[in-house]
Nanobody, 124 residues
Framework: QVQLMESAVGSVPAAGSLTRTCTFT??????MGWFRQAPGKEREGVAT????????HYADSVKGRFRISKDNNRQEVYLQMNSLKPEDTAMYYC???????????????????WGQGTQVTVSS
């Protein structure tokens, strides 16, 4: 089961930074991912992290700006977002895929547990 805990601030000006935290329960070894959905757009993958904590994938749009990490002891997954742009504005979701390694296919249907989402707003 995945539970999402919102960070304190969800709105920043362009070029700012935010960190999203996702708290999950149950087995700690599954693939975890962050996805986002902007108004009027389809949900898209942002970043994934595998059980080994080294197999990581990023969407091209966030490479070099976002960083995903995971703490199995705390059962938390983090998305550190730097150099934010207005086009990063979206509802952000964490999700769990019942396999040890994440593939780079961004197959949303393969993720069977989702947080309720947290809004990120970047102003220009």
């Amino acid at each position: 089961q995945v539970q999402l805990m919102e960070s304190a601030v969800g709105s920043v000006p362009a070029a700012g930074s935010l960190t999203r935290t996702c708290t999950f329960t149950g087995f700690t070894g599954y693939c975890m991912g962050w996805f986002r959905q902007a108004p009027g757009k389809e949900r898209e993958g942002v970043a994934t992290i595998s059980n080994d904590l080294r197999t990581i994938h990023y969407a091209d749009s966030v490479k070099g700006r976002f960083r995903i990490s995971k703490d199995n002891n705390r059962q938390e997954v983090y998305l550190q977002m730097n150099s934010l742009k207005p086009e990063d504005t979206a509802m952000y979701y964490c999700a769990q895929r019942p396999r040890f390694f994440c593939s780079a296919d961004w197959e949303i249907q393969a993720y069977n547990a989702w947080g309720q989402g947290t809004q990120v707003t970047v102003s220009s």
